[in-house]
């Protein structure tokens, strides 16, 4: 199955380009420009991964992070940033990114990291639903 | 005069480095943008080399997506290498309306942050003066960063130079939150110690929704 991905950055030409390699790779690719519309995006549909500009308008990528992580916990974000300083990215694991990476990114290497997104994201949902399983078995008490 | 160095250099240098880090952030996005339209084309060599057909549209899209990326960038160098000759000499003749120019690209990144648009109000006429044109950007810059906090929702600023008896102002208008906002603490230490350089006045408009800046033809050295 195709890996959903959401590409969040204020750049649309960069946007379309990197959006049109990930489909090339087999990807099935949204994007937006909007860190508003990325939020509403992100509880409308199930994504593998989310790859999130840190730098976006009117919304710190930060906060955009914590709020994708309150609708959808086991959300798998990748943050792209300018320039990586080890201050950011403690603060972007601290709310839950999986990883960080700095532009001009390799696509190769994010499409790696998005393989890792989906991969973690199966594992999350898998115990999710073996707790949900354990859980009404328990209350069942079959 | 005597001025307040102390704070002057502190509030230079800090500028200084804000503008220098918001023009790498800008040279970085258009770096990333060229870096991904190229890695575009490298992708279709791989399928032409396949044998699939490559549409010349798509290569055109990707042309015409680097060429404005470079102009783009050519826009963004040339600001830096204005903004850098800044300091070059410590007073000249400077024209108003080039050095709003210069300010609106250097701040625009830091605008559309905020959600904010800066616009420059087309000039009617030249309005010369003679400056320090680094303390002069730098008092436009933290006139501008208030400004853009009292836009409400109109997220506009208007940028104006015009002539004046033995002198020129600069308008920051539209500013929709000024009545409402608590001017206390503008202008601060800073801004001050700037103004006194600068042989400057600041007058806060509130029932216009304006910031007014007033300069001498020539100011005291």
Request: hydrophobic share 45%.
């Amino acid at each position: 199955m195709p890996e959903k991905v959401l590409l969040v950055d204020d750049e649309q030409d960069f946007l379309e380009a990197m959006a049109t390699r990930m489909k090339d790779r087999g990807m099935e690719v949204s994007t937006t420009t909007s860190a508003a519309d990325a939020l509403k995006k992100v509880e409308e549909g199930a994504y593998d991964a989310v790859v999130l500009d840190l730098m976006m308008p009117e919304m710190d990528g930060l906060e955009v992070l914590k709020a994708m992580k309150e609708k959808r916990p086991e959300l798998q974000i990748i943050l792209l940033t300018g320039y990586a300083t080890v201050q950011k990215g403690v603060e972007a694991m601290k709310f839950g990114a999986m990883d960080f990476i700095e532009k001009p990114a390799d696509l190769k290497i994010l499409t790696e990291k998005i393989h890792q997104a989906s991969a973690q994201k199966m594992v999350l949902v898998e115990k999710k639903i073996q707790e949900k399983v354990k859980r009404l078995i328990q209350e069942k008490g079959w | 005069m005597s001025w307040n160095w102390e704070v002057i250099s502190e509030t230079g240098l800090q500028f200084f480095g804000m503008m220098s880090a918001s023009i790498s952030h800008e040279i970085k996005n258009v770096m990333a943008i060229i870096n991904e339209n190229a890695g575009l084309l490298e992708d279709l060599t791989v399928m032409a080399e396949k044998g699939m057909p490559i549409d010349p549209q798509r290569l055109r899209t990707v042309a015409n997506r680097i060429m404005k990326q470079i102009r783009r960038g050519d826009d963004i160098i040339k600001g830096m290498n204005r903004f850098a000759h800044s300091v070059d000499e410590p007073w000249r003749q400077v024209e108003l309306n080039d050095t709003l120019g210069l300010m609106c690209t250097l701040s625009g990144r830091f605008a559309s942050m905020r959600g904010v648009t800066l616009e420059l109000d087309p000039p009617s006429t030249q309005v010369p003066i003679i400056t320090n044109p680094f303390l002069l950007q730098n008092f436009i810059w933290l006139c501008l960063d208030f400004a853009m906090g009292s836009t409400g929702t109109g997220k506009t600023v208007v940028l104006r130079a015009e002539k004046i008896d033995r002198g020129a102002k600069i308008r920051l208008s539209k500013l929709q939150d000024l009545a409402k906002r608590e001017t206390g603490s503008f202008p601060g230490e800073r801004e001050t110690a700037l103004l006194q350089a600068l042989n400057a006045d600041l007058v806060i408009q509130k029932e216009l929704g304006e910031l007014h800046l007033t300069f001498p033809a020539e100011a005291k050295r």
